[in-house]
Each structure stands twice: as C-alpha cells, then as structure tokens.
C-alpha cells in the first residue's frame, strides 16, 4: 500500500484506471445502498423523530469540516493513498456496525449508535477525499482527464440507477410476503454497502500513486485571506445562505413523501430517479451558457427553479393527497433536478473562478468550511421546528360562488418547504452582490434560449407543430451549441 513510484509508465497508468473505475462503481454501490431514501427509511423504522431525522441529515453534511485534516495528514505520512485507503477502510467498515443495530433492544440507544457510526463514516470519508482529489489530479493524464471523469461518472450514475430502483422494487414485493421484516431487510442493505464499499478500497489499494511533487504546507496562517477578500466574502455569504435555506427542507422530502402522501420506497426511488435523470440531461445545456455567459448567470436562472419546486409541493397535497398528486409530484421532481444542475455546476465552479490562482488552495478550503456549517446547522434546527409545529395547519381561502375556494394550505413540512423557499429568495438577494466577469442578468439567457427554440422550429416549419415544439426544446437543451450554426446561416 505503500508502494509509490516518481513516475508511471502507461501500462501502470492503464490499470491505475481501470482499478479506479472499478472502484468508482463498488463506492457507487455503497452509497446507493446506505444513504438517501434507504437511510431516512432505516432510521424511520427504528424510530427516529423529526429533530433526530435532522441530525442524521447534518451528519455528512457537518463531515465536510474535517477536510482540512487531511494535508496535515499528507504532509506527515507524505503519502496520499495511504490517507485515503485507512481512511476509507475504517468509514465503510462503519456501516456494517449499522446493519447490526436492530439485533439490540429497541430505543434511542440505536438512533444514537447509528449517530455515532454515520460520523465516523463520513468524518473518514471527508478526510480521504480531498487526498483522493490529489492523487487522481496526479495519476489521470491531463489531455484525458475529462474523458475519463465523464465516463466514469456515466458509469456510475447508471449503476445508481439500475440498483436503487432495483432494491427499491425488491423491497416492497419483499415486504408483501414477510410483512414486518423492514428492519433486518435495511440491516442487509447496510451490511451488503459496507462490503462494496470495503471492496472499493482494496482497489485504490492496489492503485499505483505517483509520488507528490510538493508536500503541502499547513494552512492556518493562509485562512483568514478569505476573509479579508471582499467579493469572496459576498460569495461565502451567498454560498452559506443558500446551502443553509436548501437544507432546511431537502431532508426531510424522503419522509414527507413517505409519510404525509404515503408513497412507497418504489416511487419514493422512482422520482429520485427522474431528477436524476433531469440533472444529467441538462448539464451540457448549463456548462455551454456558463462558458458563454458567467456562474452567476446560471445561478439566476437555476436556483429560481429548484426553489419553485419547493414551494410547488405543498400543493401536492391540497389539502390532502388527491388526483393529480402523482402527477405533480413527477413534474415538481423534474424541475428540481434541472434546477439542481444548473446550481450544483455554478457553485462549484464559481469558488474556482474567483480564488486567487496563488492562494486557491486556502480559499477554497474556507468556502468548503462555511459551507459545511451552514448545511450541517440547517437540518438540526428544521427538525427541531418540525416537532413544534407538528400539529400546526393554515388555510388560505377565498369566497368564490357560495363555495370557497383554497389557495393555499400548510401542514407539518409543508411549512419548512415555504420556509426553504423564503430563505432561497434572500440567498438569491445576496448572489447580486458578487462580481464575477462575464456576467449577465438572468432574464438574459433566458430570451437567448427563448430565440434558440424560435430558430430551431423555424428550420421545421415543414412538419407538424406537434412534433416541432418537442423537437426544438430538445435541440436548445440537448445541443445548445447549435446556436452559433444558426446564427451564422440566419
């Protein structure tokens, strides 16, 4: 483990991929298997509250703080791999300490002991990643880089789709003929993570590491610079806020789904699945305009969306579950998962454009930080709201032909996703206070795409309307770069 050369031949460079695309998949798995529905379920199961569903949710999230650990741990064991595979190995050996909760007497001596082992798994997993990061900087040749990444992340994105929707089926249909056995199904869920993730690890063990050409030297004299840049403050404070308002309600949509509309683990995957399917559609579309345009741009754009999905399912239940519930549910999904692309690809990539080249590393770092806490403290005080206001209900309604008619009506969680939405909109008032080059207001991209589509159906004037709007829409998502084709034949 080791073992590590100066320099790699290309035969070593070859399986080094290999084995970390391999890998990819086995960590995939894991975090399929342990995390998202799966989890809040398992915890839900063994009787966790709104404010301990909160803590759960702030657990990977607050992880994130230990980041920085990790070049103090490279520049004293001045090896990488070594940080990320002890690291891995204990976190993912953590999940199988999950999966043996239910053999305990029932209380909240489990939740507590699950609490305990989702931090050392995450806090492990915060740690090894910004090592990981370096190392695979290190080990993929630059002109292939981008190559390899997407098609590991192809790769990945499919197996996260095949298994949840997959485990989620096999858990209802299991269900049907033992009743009252979720417990120990969600145990071998953990147990079967915790091997494929373990397994992961073995491959990065065998990964060949290129040796480091400088070790890094500790950051706590470079991280008050942040602090004194003002146009990155503007954009902790954006990022801080926004993270904190998206939090606030995203955990707690798993149990809302579950437990107020009453959906099964299958359609509870199945709308993940279609977000995710909307996120990976439109990351090309975001990635052209943010060249074209600005991060900032994006975000006008992006984050809008995601917060209107928000706010639109409290009328998923209006003011129960009714008709066109499942509907509006596919719908809202979809949306988010178009918003969430466009702000996951901006928020990353804004940090990077504004850091200083000469103290990116330091910059970063407190960003990282900032945002941690912000999304970490979120669902705690969401969860603790939730028990309050449990019993709480309001109703809008006006007089409309001797009848009256609803216009809005909050119960539980609907008033954390109004809460969320308001929070966003003062997140959005600070996005205006940061200066990136490039910029432009959002209303502008969207006229850009709004003349994209005119141009495409145009070129279609031929075929039957029906057909062409469809068609142009995707042509102005799918292959946004056609733009410059049209203009030029125009």
Request: hydrophobic share 50%; net charge positive.
């Amino acid at each position: 483990m080791d073992a590590r050369t100066t320099s790699l031949s290309d035969t070593q460079v070859q399986q080094g991929l290999n084995l970390v695309l391999r890998e990819g998949l086995a960590t995939q798995s894991m975090i399929v298997l342990t995390s998202g529905a799966f989890l809040i379920a398992f915890a839900l199961e063994l009787g966790a509250s709104p404010l301990q569903i909160g803590i759960i949710s702030a657990i990977p999230l607050y992880s994130n703080v230990l980041q920085i650990l990790s070049i103090e741990l490279v520049r004293r064991w001045r090896s990488r791999k070594r940080v990320v595979v002890v690291g891995t190995m204990i976190g993912r050996s953590a999940y199988a300490g999950i999966a043996l909760l239910p053999l305990l007497p029932s209380g909240d001596s489990r939740l507590y002991l699950m609490m305990i082992a989702l931090a050392i798994q995450h806090g492990m997993g915060a740690i090894s990643n910004g090592s990981w990061s370096s190392w695979m900087r290190d080990l993929i040749p630059k002109k292939q880089r981008g190559r390899f990444l997407s098609h590991r992340l192809v790769y990945t994105q499919i197996i996260s789709i095949v298994l949840s929707l997959g485990v989620a089926i096999l858990l209802d249909r299991l269900n049907v003929y033992y009743s009252g056995s979720d417990l120990t199904l969600y145990a071998v869920l953990f147990m079967v993570g915790s091997l494929a993730g373990i397994v992961g690890s073995l491959l990065l063990a065998k990964t060949p590491e290129p040796t480091q050409a400088d070790i890094p030297q500790p950051l706590l004299s470079l991280l008050a610079l942040p602090f004194r840049h003002a146009n990155f403050r503007c954009l902790m404070a954006y990022m801080a806020s926004w993270n904190f308002a998206v939090n606030v309600a995203a955990p707690f949509i798993t149990v809302y789904l579950l437990q107020t509309v009453g959906l099964s683990m299958t359609y509870v995957i199945g709308l993940t699945t279609l977000s995710q399917l909307g996120n990976i559609a439109f990351f090309r579309f975001w990635g052209y305009y943010a060249d074209r345009f600005s991060n900032k741009t994006i975000l006008r754009v992006s984050a809008p969306l995601y917060l209107f999905s928000l706010l639109g399912t409290v009328y998923a239940t209006l003011p129960e579950v009714h008709t066109f519930t499942y509907l509006w549910l596919v719908i809202l999904f979809l949306i988010a998962g178009v918003g969430t692309a466009g702000t996951g690809l901006a928020s990353s990539s804004i940090g990077l454009a504004l850091a200083p080249k000469e103290n990116s590393v330091a910059y970063l770092s407190v960003l990282s930080l900032t945002n941690a806490i912000a999304s970490g403290t979120a669902p705690i005080l969401a969860g603790a709201l939730a028990n309050y206001i449990q019993h709480w209900s309001w109703t809008l309604a006006i007089p409309l032909n001797d009848e009256m008619l609803t216009i809005i009506s909050l119960q539980h969680w609907d008033f954390l996703f109004v809460l969320s939405f308001i929070l966003g909109l003062h997140a959005l008032y600070r996005l205006r206070l940061i200066r990136e080059p490039g910029g432009a207001r959002g209303r502008i991209l969207v006229r850009v795409v709004l003349a994209n589509i005119q141009q495409e159906q145009k070129s279609r004037q031929r075929g039957p309307w029906l057909l062409n709007i469809p068609v142009s829409v995707y042509s102005a998502v799918a292959r946004p770069q056609q733009e410059k084709k049209i203009k030029k034949a125009a």
